[in-house]
């Protein structure tokens, strides 16, 4: 209640438009882009979309991506250039198919590209392969990481030098497969007035190519410390698990999927909980919303992808930037960068 004992209204405002928004290419349909600084230059790691003619479904069928590219640029808004083929299925030994959302990370001198793929029984699980160069191409390992599962890997470097990998979606991400993680081989979702299912994280080990821990449960609780629930779709988590740090917090976002808006949540620890915030992203053209967030030369961007260069199909999406801006009490502005 405000001081007048009358009952406030939260008021969901739509995100401002955006004065300028960056298309990475138009020489291919990308997605999902996961984006960071290495050595001074910005690079993105997207999924590679294309037609397969795979027709549409509620599983993502349709997105039957098949390798990677890597992008990098000098400057925002300067000349992107992409660096070819960083990574085909057919060198992955155990993918079956459907390379979706990657990331990246670099530890030494060594990089990482971590990507989920079905395996041969149609299952997702996070591959990891190595490159001495940021923009590949990479090598992967025989396996894919083992107690690895679903897809979406995210990987933070937290200060001290930790790193650590979130991942997880559900419908056709297969997380809602899983429990305590183990393999059901059906599907099990909480009922609508229970806590929704949660993205995993999991500590690296030293190498950065298996985990030191069990994947554990990241929670995002309500303004009251409860549980987002499952049936909350317009806050739950869905898929795209991203995290970052700004002043001292770490910042959990992530696509609620069939209500397509990115969402924020904020909290003290990489493991969290983290506290729901609001929307990053409002929905943009296609039905997937998938982002990330860093900072480069002093100023913070969103990446995202859309549709509109395909003329709204779902499955070929390009990859989009514009700046974030977070307001004195660190809450994110809300963006509408919605385009027919
Ligand atoms: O690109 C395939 C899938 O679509 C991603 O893994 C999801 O995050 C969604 O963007």
Not at 112 to 126: G, W
Not at 241 to 259: E, F, I, M
């Amino acid at each position: 209640k405000n001081v007048q004992g009358n009952v406030d209204v939260v008021v969901d405002t739509i995100g401002i438009a955006p004065d300028t928004v960056y298309t990475l290419t138009s020489e291919l349909y990308t997605a999902d882009p996961s984006a960071h600084v290495f050595e001074g230059k910005l690079y993105v790691y997207p999924s590679h979309d294309f037609e397969s003619g795979i027709p549409e479904d509620d599983l993502g069928s349709h997105f039957n991506m098949e390798d990677y590219h890597v992008f990098s640029m000098d400057s925002v808004g300067g000349e992107v250039t992409d660096h070819g083929l960083a990574l085909h299925i057919d060198d992955v030994p155990w993918a079956g198919r459907q390379m979706w959302a990657p990331d990246a990370a670099k530890k030494g001198d060594e990089y990482f590209l971590y990507f989920p793929v079905k395996d041969k029984e149609d299952v997702f699980h996070i591959g990891v392969a190595k490159s001495s160069v940021p923009e590949g191409p990479f090598k992967a390992m025989e396996e894919p990481i083992e107690g690895s599962f679903s897809m979406d890997p995210a990987v933070f470097e937290d200060m001290d030098g930790s790193y650590y990998m979130y991942f997880g979606g559900i419908w056709g991400g297969q997380l809602q497969q899983w429990d305590e993680n183990k393999y059901l081989g059906e599907d099990k979702y909480p009922a609508d007035n229970e806590p929704a299912l949660t993205p995993k994280i999991a500590k690296m080990s030293d190498d950065m190519t298996s985990f030191a821990e069990e994947p554990k449960d990241v929670l995002v609780l309500d303004k009251d410390g409860e549980s987002i629930l499952a049936g909350d779709n317009d806050r739950r988590f869905f898929e795209a698990a991203w995290v970052h740090r700004y002043n001292d917090k770490y910042y959990l976002s992530y696509s609620t999927g069939d209500t397509h808006k990115i969402v924020y949540a904020m909290g003290d620890s990489p493991y969290g909980p983290f506290t729901y915030k609001g929307v990053v992203l409002d929905p943009v053209l296609g039905w997937t919303n998938h982002h990330s967030i860093v900072e480069y030369k002093g100023k913070w961007w969103l990446f995202f992808h859309d549709s509109s260069m395909s003329g709204g199909k779902t499955h070929l999406r390009s990859v989009k930037m514009t700046e974030l801006t977070y307001n004195p009490d660190g809450s994110i502005q809300r963006i509408n960068a919605l385009v027919a």
